[in-house]
């Protein structure tokens, strides 16, 4: 992404992230590069324009891990302006999973991941995440138990911050 | 909003839109202004730098009806990009309800809004909706009979398109 043109946009700039999970375990990359390098992410970019955010998040899956997903779920929309340290750039987070018709079965380490890992929800204390994926896989944890989206979950008092 | 700078932009526009309801009714403001001037919208706008898509969409519900609202779920994320005929903009789109503590207890139009109208969920041909809104108000309406994501409810052909 062009870093000075995105400056020149009085809006957030819009990205995908993608929790692609199986019954205990979720997909993660470790990240090449900065902000967050060697930090766990989940799979996930920008949207590029003439795009939707589903066609980006299943692009960004490829790209990153080789596999072909399918989207099931809007986790929510995360906008703190905070949460990314080059600017103010809001992510709409998809749950999916692996095709059954994905051409590669397994993930592979492809571009801007330099390692890929399986983590287990029960772990999430353990591992070391980029941006504010943490949050994210406790919404998920949470979301995961009550099948809603992480905005139906949380308390009236918590929506309304 | 400045287009000319919007153009520049190399990625889409996020906005909101707020889905207020009642137990059979969806509020509606009618537009002063191209594009879809005289149509029927949900209460919406473009999220501004800084803030969040949930402060956004409460300032725009404030501005356009004079309501304080609360938000309560998220119906989905549209980013097809010929949903709006200015460009490339995708919008969040909540779902919500008239705060208790609203300063004003009936909508008044307000920017933006020649006029306010509660439109039942059962008369949704009778109306003409702008932009895609006739789409996400048919959305909403399987989404209240089957309370999850428009996402969620929609069978896995169609959310693979």
């Known amino acids: 992404m062009n870093m000075s043109k995105q400056d020149e946009c009085n809006n957030p700039i819009p990205t995908v992230d993608t929790i692609i999970h199986n019954d205990s375990q979720v997909l993660f990359i470790k990240r090449v590069k900065d902000p967050f390098e060697g930090k766990m992410v989940f799979p996930g970019g920008f949207i590029k324009k003439g795009e939707t955010a589903e066609e980006a998040a299943k692009r960004e899956v490829k790209e990153e891990t080789s596999l072909d997903i399918e989207l099931d779920h809007i986790l929510g929309v995360y906008s703190d302006p905070a949460r990314d340290p080059r600017g103010h750039i809001m992510s709409t987070v998809f749950i999916g999973n692996i095709s059954p018709n994905s051409h590669s ?57």
Chains 1, 2 share one sequence.
Do not use: C, L
Request: charge should be neutral.
């Open 105 to 161: 079965k397994e993930p592979i380490a492809g571009d801007g991941a330099a390692a890929i890992k399986w983590v287990s929800i029960e772990d999430i204390e353990q591992e070391d995440f980029g941006f504010d994926h943490k949050k994210i896989m406790k919404d998920y944890k949470e979301w995961k138990q009550s099948k809603q989206t992480s905005w139906s979950s949380r308390s009236k008092s918590k929506i309304n911050e």
